[in-house]
């Protein structure tokens, strides 16, 4: 990508965003839905008003645009939330993930360069699934996943601060469950009594590998220990002399209580689950990884689809279908 | 205790004091071990550096002392930590809780007034039971329980930031179990995405005391579940058109999340326990009563022992084992 900006703005054939929380990632595509361009900025939806998007938009990718004419912008995520740019409401499941271009909105704008297409997310209520959920640009990814192969059926994982879970069917989510995974993780670490004894691990180090596949095999064989398992790591590091000391001590306690958060997601995702079909993690490959170390713990197998990849094949495939 | 300070100076013959993490309380006692004189300041633990007890405490009692002689003082909780006044090593369980003072340590002072003695925390570790454990202020409380039933058995339970459940067998305490109830429900409600979701319940309101026993239930049933939940509670609030709306619709949520922080707990404290023997819940009344609630839900029944009555029920039996 050493295109000129002139380049850009003369190959450009639509622009593809994901539209998260804290940040925002924009991505120039030509004719052949190659990238041509990409820029990113730390406006996410926290910090934008309603009349803020188009401006902040504009600034990020108006070199990109060719003099004359519309230019197609398709976003997902949090842009398209009741408090982003502009609601676009959420499809109830079960949605074939190559229609989520059926529920955009198009947002009234300013500039006559653009057009704007916010993708919706995806929610199920009591009325057809047992408990209530939602998401909003993880959607956007699983159509990715189908981009390639339309007729996938298969358990979907997304890791994250809000893991997601999602049951496929010939294309279609049927289910999904979030877990709060990555945020429980960050406030015990950061925010409680155990910030006093957790460091940061390295899973390619052996000790921290076998405290998080412990972690994860003992919350998957009795979650209901979760919560005085955590305390016991305040105690262990308080008592226990076969630890090592200084920072691999906190290293390891850190792994431990990553595997704790993992294994109590793994055994309600995994629960009832035949392990002869691989689950597809979908995201950045640390994650993934750690994620594989703690499913192959309990016997699962995994793929791996690159979480960047997924969202590019998730928004060529709602462009494709909007222009079909 | 109207008692005038002269009055205290005259019939007071030992000093009772709590001195946890965040506060200090003291009570002055007469030579039957009636309260003659109350007293307490938020100089905890963790505001203080060891070489500053001394003087928080003459501070606090010194108009009670007699003119002459010295005055015992019995202290329980953090100030015997390693970061506190001094370390009073942990007894490993099983330890006969009237005998916690052949653990105290005696801090050297620079006053002749007073004789203080510091009593230990119990700890357990893989050499005595399943898992690490410790407490420091508990094992006093329930000192208090056996300081009237001297060969008291059965299952105790402490509701708290950090929850404590022992087992007692014959006024020994075997066996015990910490869980991070308080201190997850605080951080969740207060810190992580459901801070927008929940308010202040009130379990004497029939909404919220439903929500409360269902979520009780619900993760006692299955905690599994309980990280899936915990998101579940943020996708109702955004999706459900039966909560009410409001400050009641955010007290409804909130009854749920401490149902289902306790729940969690209860899950594992209660797993394989016999219904037939009462749980002693020792604490303050508000707190006993949500868990009685949640613990009736489940089959369970309780009684109830006022956590201040307890610590110092169990300072004067430390008290007594020492002049014995």
């Given at each position: 990508m050493n295109t000129t900006t002139a380049e850009v703005a003369h190959q450009l054939a639509w622009i593809a965003v994901d539209w998260g929380s804290s940040n925002l990632r924009a991505w120039g595509l030509d004719k052949h839905t190659n990238v041509i361009a990409q820029t990113r900025s730390d406006k996410g939806m926290l910090s934008l008003?309603?009349?803020e998007y188009e401006a902040e938009l504009l600034r990020l990718v108006g070199d990109w645009l060719p003099t004359t004419g519309q230019t197609d912008v398709m976003v997902c995520g949090?842009?398209?939330?009741?408090?982003?740019?502009?609601e676009a409401a959420y499809l109830p499941?079960?949605?074939?993930?190559?229609?989520?271009?059926?529920g955009a909105v198009t947002p009234t704008l300013t500039s006559q360069r653009l057009s704007v297409y916010l993708l919706p997310g995806l929610s199920q209520t009591r009325s057809n699934a047992t408990h209530f959920d939602v998401m909003r640009g993880e959607e956007t990814q699983l159509a990715g996943l189908v981009?390639?192969?339309?007729a996938f059926t298969g358990l979907a994982c997304l890791p994250g601060t809000h893991a997601k879970w999602a049951s496929l069917d010939a294309g279609a989510v049927t289910q999904f469950t979030t877990y709060l995974t990555g945020e429980l993780y960050q406030l015990l670490a950061?925010?409680?009594?155990?910030k006093h004894s957790v460091g940061s691990d390295d899973l390619n180090d052996p000790a921290c590998r076998e405290a998080f596949i412990s972690a994860v095999s003992e919350i998957n064989a009795a979650p209901e220990t979760f919560s005085s398992r955590l305390f016991g790591l305040r105690a262990q590091d308080l008592l226990d002399s076969h630890l090592p000391t200084g920072k691999k001590r906190a290293d390891v306690l850190s792994a431990r209580l990553s595997g704790l958060a993992i294994g109590l997601e793994l055994a309600d995702a995994c629960d009832?689950?035949?392990?002869?079909e691989p689950i597809t993690l979908i995201g950045h490959q640390a994650l993934c990884q750690r994620y594989t170390l703690a499913l192959n713990a309990i016997g699962f197998q995994t793929q791996h689809l690159d979480g960047d990849t997924a969202v590019l094949a998730g928004l060529r495939l709602a462009h494709h279908a909007l222009k079909a």
């Open positions: 008003k309603a009349d949090m842009a398209g939330a009741r408090q982003g740019w502009q499941v079960p949605t074939r993930l190559n229609q989520l271009s059926q981009a390639d192969n339309p950061q925010q409680s009594v155990l009832q689950r035949l392990s002869d």
